[in-house]
């Protein structure tokens, strides 16, 4: 199974602040990635699918990079509501596979 | 407006099995996968395997192999999750979620608790 690594674990942060989670994938994907975004008690929401592409809704602040084993998840300009655990997941191939996820914290 | 709704928290014995429900509404059954992901307290998220209601196809996590099976109601654009031979490893809140494919998941259910003591 592909293994993804997600960096940092946790990170601290403020309002108005840009913030970088990084995905790493143990082999080639492609472009086959997708990230979600998840908050206490509520099922993940999905920002980002091939790796680049905003799905309809989410706010323009998000943004995904690369291709290959390396990819970015941003956010400029943290809002409140974006403090929340993010997670990428591959589909490349099964079975399909997240990171262990990055929660953003209040500073 | 589109739902995932699913059945309310399970608590079972080890051995014992479960079976959690996913009822949909407003978009078509047939034409999305319905895939099946768990987490469990305070950990990440697990893909488990999905269904697909048009061809009853599917495709399980190697780790269930043998526990799990996968299916779905057109009748009543219900999916459903069973698991076998529970254990304390299986506790965990279990999402279905629907996807054009098999690909990424855009719509979720709320969750179901599934509890193993």
């Known amino acids: 199974a592909i293994q993804l690594t997600q960096s940092p674990p946790s990170l601290s942060a403020s309002v108005g602040d840009r913030v970088t989670i990084t995905c790493r994938a143990s082999?080639?994907?492609?472009?086959?990635l997708a990230w979600y975004q998840q908050t206490p008690g509520k099922p993940p929401k999905v920002l980002i699918s091939?790796?680049?592409n905003l799905e309809s809704g989410v706010p323009s602040r998000f943004s995904g990079s690369g291709s290959g084993t390396d990819f970015t998840l941003s956010i400029t300009s943290l809002q409140p509501e974006d403090f929340a655990t993010y997670y990428c997941?591959?589909?490349?191939?099964?079975?399909?596979?997240f990171g262990q996820g990055t929660k953003v914290e209040v500073k | 407006q589109l739902q995932l709704v699913q059945s309310g928290p399970e608590v079972r014995k080890p051995g014992a099995s479960v079976k959690v429900s996913c009822k949909t509404s407003?978009?078509?059954?047939?034409?999305?996968?319905i895939t099946w992901v768990r987490q469990a307290p305070g950990q990440g998220l697990e893909w488990l395997g999905y269904?697909?209601?048009?061809?009853?196809?599917?495709n399980y996590v190697e780790s269930l192999q043998g526990r799990v099976t996968m299916t779905t109601d057109t009748s009543t654009k219900t999916a459903y999750l069973d698991l076998d031979n529970l254990t304390s490893g299986d506790t965990a809140v279990y999402y279905c979620?629907?996807?054009?494919?098999?690909?990424?998941?855009?719509?979720w259910g709320q969750g179901t608790l599934v509890t193993v003591s």
């Open positions: 091939d790796a680049s």
């Open positions: 979620a629907r996807g054009l494919s098999t690909e990424w998941f855009d719509y």
């Open positions: 269904v697909n209601p048009y061809s009853g196809g599917s």
């Open positions: 997941q591959q589909f490349y191939s099964f079975p399909r596979t």
């Open positions: 407003g978009y078509s059954f047939a034409t999305y996968i």
């Open positions: 082999q080639v994907i492609a472009s086959a």
